[in-house]
């Protein structure tokens, strides 16, 4: 692989730290594995080449290496194994359920949530759906309704969009897997890494009310959650309400 220019690149940020756009050497790396990880140059469950063979091929240090890959470590974009080596990150049905479902019961033990029979269909993004996914004014996209179930208890309804285009013949998958973003990464090589989330109290509306077992009116927990990709890009819209009743949605701030 050619990398003269990446190389000039850093050794002048690295002898110019003052210099507008300075960026440490640690960080250029990362963002270079990055995109081999974006690319699929660097696929999910693949081992990453040691360290030492990095430093070599980047002609940088081997402790260069190692803060980026710690770096992306942090983020859960690789993992690292005692005595194996490091590791592109994979969602599996498990570590997805865990790191992105933060509803729990009261007596703080994580809550797991079930779907049954669930469809995606093919429409017309809507104009809130076109803004947030930044897609074009015709475009169509694939919608999923589900209600989750914990312990087999009707506790959440979800309306998920994602761009037709990025995800093609979604609707082929039936039925929808509880965990979708196991389903993005492995068929269509989209990794959701992060997400933003905004949180406010509703009442329930008919749908809710039907779908949770609730009258109209009571109170649910609405979550509208945006989910990112490696390149930050937002792939996937998604509208949860939750039934909070013996559980709380928790947040780790740190």
């Known amino acids: ?8 690149s850093m050794e002048l940020t690295e002898r110019h730290p003052n210099r507008p756009g300075f960026r440490p050497l640690y960080q250029q790396v990362r963002e270079l594995f990055l995109s081999r990880i974006s690319s699929g140059a660097w696929r999910p469950a693949e081992s990453l080449p040691s360290e030492q063979s990095l430093a070599a091929e980047l002609g940088v240090s081997q402790g260069t290496v190692r803060k980026a890959l710690d770096s992306l470590a942090a983020d859960n974009l690789v993992e690292r194994r005692q005595g194996k080596g490091t590791f592109v990150s994979q969602h ?16 703080g033990e994580h809550a797991l949530p079930m779907c049954k029979d669930a469809k995606a269909k093919r429409r017309r993004a809507t104009a809130n759906e076109r803004a947030i996914l930044n897609l074009a004014s015709r475009a169509d996209v694939f919608s999923i309704e589900r209600t989750r179930f914990i312990n087999d208890k009707p506790t959440l309804r979800e ?26 990464q492995s068929e269509y090589g989209v990794s959701i890494v992060g997400a933003i989330e905004k ?12 779908a949770l077992k609730k009258s109209p009116g009571a109170p649910v927990l ?20 939750f039934c909070t009743e013996g559980m709380h949605y928790l947040v780790e701030l740190k």
């Open 1 to 8: 692989m050619q990398e003269p220019p990446y190389h000039k």
């Open 92 to 107: 599996t049905q498990e570590s997805a359920k865990f790191r992105f479902f933060k509803l729990y019961h009261s007596t």
């Open 159 to 184: 309306l998920i969009a994602v761009p037709a285009a990025l995800f093609p013949n979604l609707d082929l998958h039936q039925p929808i897997p509880n965990t979708l973003y196991t389903l993005y």
């Open 199 to 210: 949180l406010r109290a509703v009442e329930a509306n008919k749908e809710d009310a039907r």
């Open 222 to 241: 609405e979550v509208e959650r945006i989910a990112l990709d490696l390149d930050n890009r937002p792939v996937e819209l998604r509208l949860s309400r």
